[in-house]
């Protein structure tokens, strides 16, 4: 089992930056073996990919939307991923959820992750 617990979200105006981080625990397997992934749910919205990261950092794939924005992370010697949201928009505003699959996430799956955290909310707002 793979257990995500995401921190930093908030309140943060608009063009304001955010940094979520996702701690990742993993008993009997080793960090590195998982591709890590955000996505988000704003309100009367479907749930979206935001973005996603290979095992060892080489490849990531954003959403249009955040692409030239928002920066995903990782260090695997913290077991630990990191989203960098820049030029915070209200459209923004969402639950971002930390994700982590054995497959990589790519945003254009046909299924979902196999592992999600709880969620943080951002809110982006003047």
């Known amino acids: 089992q793979v257990q995500l617990v995401e921190s930093g979200g908030g309140l943060v105006q608009p063009g304001g930056s955010l940094r979520l981080s996702c701690a990742a625990s993993?008993?009997?397997?080793?960090?590195?073996?998982?591709?890590m992934g955000w996505f988000r749910q704003a309100p009367g919205k479907e749930r979206e990919f935001v973005a996603s990261?290979?095992?060892?950092?080489?490849?990531?794939y954003y959403a249009d939307s955040v692409k030239g924005r928002f920066t995903i992370s990782r260090d695997n010697a913290k077991n630990t991923v990191s989203l960098q949201m820049n030029s915070l928009k209200p459209d923004d505003t969402a639950i971002f959820y930390c994700?982590?699959?054995?497959?990589?996430?790519?945003?254009?799956?046909?299924?979902?992750?196999?592992?999600w955290g709880q969620g943080t909310q951002v809110t982006v707002s003047s």
């Open positions: 993993a008993p009997g397997r080793t960090f590195s073996t998982l591709s």
């Open positions: 990261i290979s095992r060892y950092g080489g490849t990531t």
């Open positions: 994700t982590a699959d054995d497959r990589q996430i790519t945003g254009r799956d046909t299924r979902a992750p196999a592992y």
